[in-house]
């Protein structure tokens, strides 16, 4: 009897894993890991298509940047690497043009394109896929941006030391931007949260929401 009751308990613990699990791939699409939640036709689209369809609205204000910057071809070549920045890192590039924290942020269309292109050429990686597994691998390799500035994609962690080799947390990677002296106030360093994921045309990581895409541009008040 009470081997039975072990046994209902065990697969009634099992149930309730197997639903929350379930329930976090989907309300966390971002953070799940990326490509083992992609349906075959989102692999097919390109990264502007793949970013406008998203239900919800993750990249609205990136889409926009692409919008006022006709850079949709660029997002759209073939063989690159895209960090896709969410709503909250470009309304962190919006509020760098107040001083005061309780003003709306300064409208995207307000903000001038040449501006906006550059910094949207940060986040692209020409002629490669770069992906999580590629950036462990190397380590701490240097890449040209489309915009010809320095980039260093890492791959960290692993849960890994000198004195075991078994994992213990996920390999991840960390996107630098490089100083530009007269240009960038710092080097900035932006986190990923979810790798890998594919495209028609290129690998995708999307940054967190903690991220700015102003990417250490020097401007007068910076957050």
Known sequence: MKKNISLKKTA??????????????????YMDGGLSRQSEEEK???????????????????????????????????????????????????????PD??????????????????LLGRFIVPNAKVSLETAVKDKDKYYFAANRDSLRISGVD?????????????????????????????AYSASIQTHNLVTANAIVHVLTNGSSFAAGLKQKYNR
Do not use: E, W
């Open 101 to 118: 924290d309780r003003q709306m942020p300064k409208p995207l269309a307000d903000i001038g394109k040449d501006t906006l292109t550059a």
């Open 12 to 29: 009634l613990l099992a149930a309730v894993g197997m639903l929350m699990l379930s329930a976090c791939r989907k309300d966390n699409y």
């Open 158 to 186: 692993g849960g890994t030391s000198a004195s075991s080799s078994l994992q213990t947390s996920a390999y991840r990677i960390v996107y630098t931007h490089l100083k530009i002296p007269g240009v960038d106030t710092v």
């Open 44 to 98: 097919r689209m390109t990264v502007y298509d793949f970013l406008k369809s998203r239900p919800n609205h993750m990249f609205d204000s990136l889409v926009k940047i692409i919008d006022l910057t006709n850079t949709k071809d660029a997002v759209n070549t073939a063989n690159i690497t895209f960090f896709a920045a969410p709503n909250n890192a470009v309304l962190r590039l919006q509020m760098n043009y107040n």
